[in-house]
């Protein structure tokens, strides 16, 4: 049988080969480096940090904050999966230190602790992004229920659907799901586990009982008259449900800039 | 319990840089051509980083890159052969390497020519297992195809070259 010898040769880089491949490699690192600025994805600062709210991944943009996510019984790199479609994630404990202490301040009642902006840039769909947008208005010790915030966007009868965008926020805390109740005084579920909303809860001043039900001595503010009333007002009673928050108590009510009820008289 | 750990994947740059060499001379040989080579070089990288986040075995990234520099070599090699057939002008945009730029005289010129003739998944094949030294599990995963297909496919190419050599 013939010898293939040169195929060795043909398919083996001898020295002359390898100036080649040297110089186009050189060439081609400069041009792809020019490509890639066109294309390339911000970083995201990304680490884990310990809370009492327990372990936290948190990942923080050039714009804001994007994600927080519990890690209950969870693998960080599938959390990290989907922040890697948008940004380049960079390790850097410094961001998640700073925001985890953000949020032990937010849990021992500062209410300006939270001072990153909340990017929802990992938000993927249009009704999540009007929800959570709509959320952000929902402010520190005041709730808000499942089919109220559903009929505040314009879809009546989704309590259901706005559950599960609550559940699949990226930013949970920063944009306060834990705000969001049952319409039946029940706090309902948390990503985070029941407990975390409870314990979130009762850092804004509701009196969370262990039947995790929401105390009854709440008031009720109006977004549009500007004004807080007793549950049983009839003037409350009335009043258009989309912009109805629930607060934990009348100061909570007075510093969002509403004034009591004339009829009820809450304080 | 899940892991608390983060296990980032390797930056897109530290990530491919084993391996840029190799895939320089992969798609040098592919194409036969330096300026080709280079621009093919440059868009396998580009879409390297473009589809990294949905790499999720990253273990597997050598032979995702010779999967991705693969089929560019052959979309490149189509839109060639259009080029030619439109242009009336064979070899005008894809010739076959010369001696000097494989560095070797008229025997290794000969035996360029019938690689280049061998179908393109056998030559592809035998250039991933002979000039870069991919394991036939890693030719499989680049060329979409089983091991055996992988391991016939070189084989039948060294096979061919053998009868054709013999020829000469």
């Known amino acids: ?267 | 319990m899940g892991n608390r750990s983060l296990r980032l994947p390797a930056p897109f740059e530290e990530a491919i840089r084993p391996y840029e060499r190799e895939l320089m001379r992969f798609v040098l040989r592919m194409s036969g051509n330096r300026d080709d080579a280079l621009e093919l070089f440059q868009e396998t990288c580009l879409r390297a980083y473009q589809a990294y986040p949905r790499l999720t075995c990253v273990d597997a990234i050598r032979a995702w890159l010779y999967r991705i520099a693969t089929n560019l070599c052959r979309n490149h090699a189509r839109d060639a052969r259009r080029r030619t057939r439109v242009i009336a002008d064979a070899g005008a945009n894809h010739r076959e390497p010369t001696a000097d730029e494989i560095g070797a005289g008229q025997d290794v010129e000969a035996m360029a020519k019938l690689i280049a003739a061998l179908p393109h998944k056998q030559r592809e094949a035998l250039t991933m297992r002979k000039l870069v030294g991919l394991n036939y599990r890693e030719i499989g995963a680049a060329l979409g195809c089983s091991v055996e297909s992988a391991r016939a496919n070189v084989s039948l190419a060294i096979k061919k070259l053998r009868a054709d050599w013999s020829k000469l």
């Open chain 1, 1 to 267: 049988m013939s010898s293939l010898r040169p195929i060795d040769r043909v398919l083996s880089e001898d020295s002359a080969s390898s100036a080649v491949i040297d110089e186009l490699l050189r060439q081609g690192r400069k041009g792809v480096a020019a490509r890639l600025c066109h294309v390339r994805r911000p970083d995201a600062a990304v680490g884990i940090t310990r809370s009492p709210l327990g372990p936290l991944l948190v990942a923080v943009g050039p714009a804001g904050i994007l994600m927080i996510s519990y890690l209950r019984g969870r693998d960080a790199a599938d959390e990290v999966a989907a922040l890697r479609l948008k940004f380049d994630p960079v390790e850097d404990r410094r961001a998640a230190e700073e925001v985890g202490d953000q949020i032990r301040r937010f849990l021992a009642g500062d209410r300006e602790a939270l001072s990153y902006r909340a990017d929802l840039t990992l938000v993927a769909g249009k009704f999540q992004r009007r929800l959570l947008d709509r959320l952000r208005q929902v402010p520190f010790g005041a709730v808000v229920t499942y089919r109220a915030l559903g009929d505040a966007i314009g879809a009546p009868d989704s309590q259901r659907a706005v559950g599960n965008a609550m559940g699949a926020n990226p930013i949970p805390i920063y944009v306060p799901c834990h705000r969001v109740v049952r319409s039946d005084g029940m706090i309902g579920h948390y990503a985070g586990g029941t407990q975390v909303k409870v314990k979130l809860l009762r850092a804004e001043g509701f009196a969370v009982d262990n039947n995790r039900r929401l105390p009854q001595q709440v008031v009720w503010g109006h977004l549009g008259t500007r004004i807080f009333c007793r549950p049983h007002c009839a003037a409350a009673r009335r009043a258009d449900t989309a912009r109805l928050l629930i607060f934990a108590d009348p100061q909570s009510a007075r510093h969002a800039g509403m004034r009591p009820c004339k009829l009820c008289r809450p304080c």
